[in-house]
């Protein structure tokens, strides 16, 4: 036998091995770490996902919580698991906004993951307390203007989407506009509520049931468009701020080295599953739009990401240790 044909013979064998692996799995549970606490948007749409690809596929997926530093503590576990498609992460926009934000993050977004899909994403909501007399983002801007370090907005955290919305609206409008960073959206909300903080930036999620009971007054939205569930509010650009449309994302990765045939089945199984009506209701109704994109539309959306939010970080002159 000829060296080309050996090789073209181990080729073919390893082709049908991978091939037969990728048919075989999951042959055993697989976890997937949220690296946030329960009870989030990334842990609601980690166990819906879960729940799904329990029972397409036959095998437990289990969701394991590693909350920690923004996040980085379970997406630097999820970077270093076995490229065995058994270990997954589902991760929320911290992960495009922490390689700009933090001095030394524990993964290298292009390089220790490969993306499945990106499953849904939620805009942003500009909210305010009842008492607060303005109506429209522009009597906000004129309310601030008029009041210079009176007001602050509440929002999840250092480094999250509604902060970094905040931010740029703060420089948009150069406005002395207090961050007030809380350990979570739920706080966040729950302190526009109370009354103590006056405007909130938030996940569309978190709020969205407040100001259907008019306990809290959207002013805009930071999506493209108007959401169904909130037809009344319009988008910042309606409202006269353009070029600041921003979302939480939620997508599932993979570690660097699993296989393609396992990357490629996974993604299949998302698609089916988002498309599934009880899921599009689902999560819908908690805010999120759905996408199952393909992993390599996730690519470009998560380098798009990188990009567009390490500039926002440095004009804003953020950074955390």
């Known amino acids: 036998m000829t060296p080309t044909i050996r090789f073209a013979t181990f080729l073919m064998a390893l082709l049908f091995s991978l091939a037969s692996f990728a048919q075989d799995y999951p042959s055993r549970a697989v976890r997937i770490i949220v690296p946030f606490a329960t009870g989030g948007p990334t842990d609601a ?22 909350a920690g530093a923004g996040g980085n503590i379970g997406m630097g576990l999820g970077a270093k698991a076995a490229p065995d498609g058994y270990t997954l992460t589902m991760v929320s926009s911290s992960f495009v906004v922490n390689p700009g934000l933090y ?17 849904g994403a939620s805009p942003n909501l500009i909210v305010v307390h009842p008492s607060v007399p303005a109506k429209t983002i522009q009597e906000l801007v004129a309310l601030i203007r008029a009041n ?8 999840p ?20 506009l207090v961050s007030a960073p809380f350990g979570g959206a739920g706080p966040a909300t729950t302190s526009v509520l109370a009354g103590h903080t006056p405007v909130s930036v938030t996940a569309l999620p978190p709020a969205m049931s407040h100001v259907k009971a008019g306990t809290l007054r959207a002013l805009a ?7 169904p569930e909130l037809p009344n509010v319009p988008t910042l650009a ?16 993979a570690p660097a080295g699993t296989p393609k045939a396992i990357i490629d089945r996974l993604h299949r199984e998302i698609v089916k599953i988002v498309a599934q009506p009880d899921t ?22 998560i380098n798009a990401e990188l990009s567009r939010w390490s500039k926002v970080v440095r004009d804003a002159k953020l950074k955390l240790d």
């Open 45 to 66: 749409m980690a166990r819906i996902v879960a729940q799904k690809l329990s029972e397409n596929l036959g095998q437990s997926f289990v969701v394991e919580n590693r």
């Open 157 to 176: 955290g250092v480094g999250t989407t509604p902060h970094l919305s905040g931010e740029l609206l703060r420089l948009s409008y150069n406005l002395d």
């Open 221 to 227: 939205i930071t999506s493209a468009k108007r959401n």
């Open 103 to 119: 001095s030394n993050v524990p993964y290298d977004a292009n390089k220790d993951f490969l993306p499945i899909s990106l499953v």
């Open 280 to 301: 599009r209701e689902k999560l819908m109704g908690m805010g999120f739009d759905t996408v199952g994109n393909t992993p390599e539309q996730f690519t470009a959306y």
């Open 238 to 253: 309606e409202a006269g701020v353009s070029g600041q449309d921003a979302e939480t994302m939620q997508g599932l990765l």
């Open 148 to 155: 210079p370090g009176k007001y602050s907005y509440a929002h």
